[in-house]
């Protein structure tokens, strides 16, 4: 249900689904969203507390239109029928007891998409679970970093209802900062379950954040 891309200076903008907007309409969200920076990226999507995130978030992405591809965990496609809608809707099978495993593989495959100037943008739940966690896993932060694509910090706020997509950082490579500036963005968001969102910080071993450096 995603539309066609179309030319507009400095971004990028699709062509969306206006079924997808009037159900999103009809449950009292509204979606903000100008278009993307680049051909290439990471989509923050946070909170994450609650399995009507996921319907919240399929609405909006073909409400903008924008071919998002998305992490998640691998038993969903062995599913009958549901496995191959959602791949066919941009959904990238993971292993969760191996998360990093597939970051050095993403990070290839997107800079062959920026050197060839194809399009392709990953969204990635940076808790990881629904379920409260005492903060972020880095796969988002290591894919950006070192292909060099910009990330966008979507928000889905069951407070105000609405998917806010509006807000694109360049990350330093200082994680300290790039944190805080991330964690600004976030201020006031409220997700459907508050106590389960995790603080904006990583919490990954030394040796698990290692393994996802591309060599």
């Known amino acids: 249900m995603s539309g066609e891309q179309t030319a507009t200076p400095g971004l990028l903008r699709f062509r969306g689904s206006r079924i997808a907007t009037a159900l999103l309409r009809l449950g009292g969200w509204r979606v ?3 278009g993307l920076p680049a051909a290439q990226g990471v989509m923050v999507i946070y909170p994450h507390t609650s399995n009507w995130d996921f319907v919240v978030g399929i609405l ?3 409400a903008i239109g924008v071919p998002l591809h998305f992490w998640s965990k691998d038993s969903l496609f062995r599913v009958p029928v549901f496995g191959r809608w959602l791949r066919a809707c ?3 099978p993971v292993d969760r007891s191996h998360p990093q495993g597939i970051v050095p ?7 062959d998409c920026k050197s060839a100037g194809a399009f392709y943008w990953l969204a990635i739940t940076p808790e990881g679970t ?3 966690r005492p903060g972020w896993r880095t796969g988002f932060y290591r894919v950006a970093f070192q292909v060099g694509v910009p990330v966008g910090l979507a928000s889905f706020d069951y407070g105000r209802r609405e998917v806010r ?3 694109f950082i360049t990350l330093t490579g200082d994680e300290s900062a790039d944190l805080a500036r991330i964690a600004a963005v976030y201020a ?3 997700g459907m379950r508050p106590s389960q969102a995790a603080p ?3 919490v990954e071993t030394a040796e698990a954040r290692s393994d996802t450096i591309v060599r």
């Open 60 to 62: 909006a992405k073909w």
């Open 105 to 111: 593989e993403m990070a290839s495959h997107m800079r």
């Open 32 to 34: 903000h969203f100008d």
């Open 165 to 167: 997509i509006t807000d």
């Open 200 to 202: 904006v910080r990583f």
């Open 130 to 132: 629904r379920s409260a």
């Open 90 to 92: 941009g959904g990238v």
């Open 188 to 190: 006031g968001v409220r």
